[in-house]
T-cell receptor, first 111, second 110 residues
Framework: TQLLEQSPQFLSIQEGENLTVYCNSSSVFSSLQWYRQEPGEGPVLLVT?????EVKKLKRLTFQFGDARKDSSLHITAAQPGDTGLYLCAGYMEYGNKLVFGAGTILRVKS | DVKVTQSSRYLVKRTGEKVFLECVQD?????MFWYRQDPGLGLRLIYF???????EKGDIPEGYSVSREKKERFSLILESASTNQTSMYLC?????????FGPGTRLLVL
């Protein structure tokens, strides 16, 4: 059982569509991170959220941390083929010192 | 610019062989990590190190060992490779909470 459940596991959409990826847990996290991984490469950090209810924007990407710090979402507006990749959420549990990863969401944006 | 390099991008080994995966970072980071990545399972922590000659077990250490003789280098050792160790292996380093990953080594054990 994953401590961080990501959904959906796979998403294939057309260029220009919007999408949301979810990351849920029954545990509280002191911070939540989102990474993007392209084929043949390691994950690269996109954002870290630390405060319950926090919203961060990175161009067309909007990240939200749940009020109770148990969940997070990533919303992409007007997706482009360059957004294609594996999106991973990861977090530090409230009293932990290790980064826990979700299983990831594979996003494919078709032109 | 931050850089984490891994000794091989692809490796093919036979069952029972001893396998060494090496990772080098150029950022003077204290912390280094080894993960394996399998479809549908995400990244699982094998071992990590907070300082030279220090190591701690992660979530799946069985069948693996590590070595950190120098701050910049963290090695993962498969003492006797088995087919269930076929996977993508990712090394990372960190100063605080942000982890910087290498490109990964895809290991196939036949």
């Amino acid at each position: 059982t994953q401590l961080l459940e990501q959904s959906p596991q796979f998403l294939s959409i057309q260029e220009g569509e919007n999408l949301t990826v979810y990351c849920n847990s029954s545990s509280v996290f002191s911070s939540l991170q989102w990474y993007r991984q392209e084929p043949g490469e390691g994950p690269v950090l996109l954002v870290t959220v630390v405060t319950g209810g926090e919203v961060k924007k990175l161009k067309r990407l909007t990240f939200q941390f749940g009020d109770a710090r148990k969940d997070s979402s990533l919303h992409i507006t007007a997706a482009q083929p360059g957004d294609t990749g594996l999106y991973l959420c990861a977090g530090y549990m409230e009293y932990g010192n290790k980064l826990v990863f979700g299983a990831g969401t594979i996003l494919r944006v078709k032109s | 610019d931050v850089k984490v390099t891994q000794s091989s991008r692809y490796l093919v080994k036979r069952t029972g062989e001893k396998v060494f995966l090496e990772c080098v970072q150029d950022m003077d980071h204290e912390n280094m990590f080894w993960y394996r990545q399998d479809p549908g399972l995400g990244l699982r922590l094998i071992y990590f190190s907070y300082d030279v000659k220090m190591k701690e077990k992660g979530d799946i250490p069985e069948g693996y060992s590590v070595s950190r003789e120098k701050k910049e280098r963290f090695s993962l050792i498969l003492e006797s490779a088995s087919t269930n160790q076929t996977s993508m292996y990712l090394c990372a380093s960190s100063l605080y909470e942000t982890q910087y990953f290498g490109p990964g080594t895809r290991l196939l054990v036949l």
